[in-house]
């Protein structure tokens, strides 16, 4: 009987960038995260680059707290520039969410980079990080 899984050994890298791939993944910041915070009306928008995993996000915790506390509706948040992020690091968008909803508030997602954008649908969590609809009069 044949073994029904196929090994394969791959090159760590063959020194060209993959075709089709495009410049992103070397125009995202590398290293630890790093956020950037803007009051636009009753939101604030936050940016968060580089890496989100448990040094850097335990890092961020306090400003992304400081931030909710202040914001009368919640945090908006631009992921796109977010390369990597851990269960640590979702660890702590998730504890974010939770604060926010005993505040009254809301944690929504504005845009994510692939790699986010996908852990966030591979585990159910981007409708939780999903603006509420608007109601119309």
Request: glycine fraction near 10%; charged fraction near 25%; aromatic fraction near 2%.
């Amino acid at each position: 009987m044949q073994d029904p899984v196929r090994h394969v050994s791959l090159p760590l890298s063959t020194g060209r960038r993959p075709e089709g791939r495009g410049d992103r993944r070397d125009s995202l910041p590398c290293g630890p995260a790093i956020a950037s915070y803007t009051a636009e009306g009753p939101w604030t928008r936050v940016e968060i680059a580089g890496e989100l995993d448990l040094d850097s996000g335990t890092r961020l915790r306090d400003g992304l707290l400081a931030a909710l506390a202040t914001a009368e509706r919640g945090l908006e948040l631009d992921l796109d520039r977010l390369g990597f992020c851990d269960c640590a690091g979702l660890a702590v968008l998730m504890d974010l969410r939770r604060r926010a909803g005993l505040q009254d508030k809301a944690v929504v997602v504005r845009a994510a980079g692939p790699a986010v954008g996908r852990l966030l649908s591979l585990i159910g969590a981007q409708r939780l990080f999903a603006p509420a609809p608007q109601v119309r009069s």
